[in-house]
Nanobody, 122 residues
Framework: QVQLVESGGGVVQAGGSLRLSCSTSERTFSKYAMGWFRQAPGREHELVAPITPNGGTTYYAASVKGRFTISRDNAKNTVYLQMNSLKPEDTAVYYC???????????????WGQGTQVTVSS
């Protein structure tokens, strides 16, 4: 399975911005659709945004649409999540993972890394 390392989290005031990164040494990274997920305390992993292998197509959860942007640099084996206009309800541990679409939407297909904590204060 693809080993992924997330970084870029932190504490930010409401309205602020953060940029998360997810990197891997996996040489076939460019073949994988990727997704950013988040998990708030006591809740399941929530898919925030997936991106196709070539970066040409992206989707967003309704709760983040217009505020978050997912992108990738296959030359650097890295996927990013730019988060703007952050809200306290965005507070969670953020994870990246490989994703697959079995026809009912994207689901995580790999193991979970350590994630990166994002805390938004009001």
């Amino acid at each position: 399975q693809v080993q992924l390392v997330e970084s870029g989290g932190g504490v930010v005031q409401a309205g602020g911005s953060l940029r998360l990164s997810c990197s891997t040494s996996e040489r076939t990274f460019s073949k994988y659709a990727m997704g950013w997920f988040r998990q708030a305390p006591g809740r399941e992993h929530e898919l925030v945004a997936p991106i196709t292998p070539n970066g040409g197509t992206t989707y967003y959860a309704a709760s983040v649409k217009g505020r978050f942007t997912i992108s990738r640099d296959n030359a650097k084996n890295t996927v990013y999540l730019q988060m703007n206009s952050l809200k306290p309800e965005d507070t969670a541990v953020y994870y990246c993972n490989t994703v697959v679409d079995y026809g009912l939407g994207y689901v995580a297909s790999g193991s979970w890394g350590q994630g990166t904590q994002v805390t938004v204060s009001s």
